[in-house]
């Protein structure tokens, strides 16, 4: 290919010279640009990979919604938006190496950062009232670091997981304070208090 030199540009379609090659030197500015944009948009090849990244996205979002929504019923500093955020970024942190060609073995770095990051964001939940001595945020920090992980599950493909896990996560949080002795009960059994 034979260099060509540049002349002066002109916009809005007329035909310039391309340095790079001869076969580009007709080329408008409006087919470069337009070509620029769809090579920048290629990472999606086909209509079944923009429906696997479609699907896995929203059960992401749907499922941190379902378990966020529980949390924000009881009041919980972090709700339905906290956690519908948090499946669907740890969706897109498997997503994105996955479709960039990243090995499965690989990928274990990524999930180590994921984990990671979201105990920091759970730590944020945490709230530790020393004059009472109590430890608030534990279970609202459990139940984001749970959300990763289901969107995680949802991100690389296993939606049976992130949808089972989802339901076990919600009957922990909903069911199982109904079964269990609040503390109250418990210190005025073991006071002799009836």
Known sequence: MAAVKLPAQRLYGTSFTCQICERHKDATVGDEVWGTLVKEFSDVPDASAITRITVRLVIAAVLGGVLGFERESKGRSAGLRTHMLVAVGA???VLGPLQSGMQIGDLSRVLQGVVQGIGFLGAGAIIIRSAQREVEGLTTAASIWATAAIGVMAGLGMEVTAVLST???LVILAAVPHILPTPSETDS???GDD
């Open 91 to 93: 969706a897109l942190f």
């Open 167 to 169: 339901a076990i996560v």
């Open 189 to 191: 059994k073991s006071s």
